[in-house]
């Protein structure tokens, strides 16, 4: 059966996701990211998460080299980091502050955070599955997160 991957796509739109950017370093040792919202949890015991990547990003050799990544969900008011993020800027984090910690690139004001190691990589069509095992994480309750839908950044309602 084929299927239209215009249609496809706009059939998958209608799911609600949250917004993070994903961050390592590259085999230079320099900080890059992308915005994902294929980010997921997996496990409580041990503490996993999941997120994919295109093998066509530009940033898809680096990150299958990374042992270390940092996970950012999103609050409301970031819609601009999640476009940069999502740009094809060859450097996101130009006049960006951010902080090193145990070799990962942590960004400031976000919902919540995790520092995470590789634990698997899994192949998924023209993507590949990152496993990862949360070392450490933080988290903001005074905040609400920022959310996509049908190709549109949106808000939660209390």
Request: net charge negative; charged share 25%.
């Amino acid at each position: 059966m084929d299927i239209d991957q215009k249609q496809f796509r706009e059939a998958l739109g209608q799911f609600v996701t949250g917004i993070t950017v994903i961050t390592a370093l590259d085999q230079d040792h320099l900080p890059l990211g992308f915005t994902a919202n294929s980010f997921n949890s997996v496990s409580l015991d041990p503490p996993l998460v999941l997120w994919s990547l295109a093998r066509s990003a530009s940033t898809y050799r680096d990150f299958m080299a990374a042992e270390k990544f940092g996970v950012h969900i999103l609050a409301e008011d970031q819609i601009e980091l999640s476009k940069r993020f999502a740009s094809t800027s060859d450097n996101r984090f130009q006049n960006l502050e951010y902080a090193l910690k145990d070799g990962i690139p942590m960004l400031n004001g976000c919902l919540a955070r995790f520092e995470c190691s590789l634990e698997h990589i899994y192949a998924g069509g023209d993507h590949s599955i990152f496993v990862a095992r949360v070392q450490r994480f933080d988290h903001n309750s005074d905040k609400q997160a920022l959310v996509y839908h049908r190709g549109n950044y949106g808000r939660l309602k209390d």
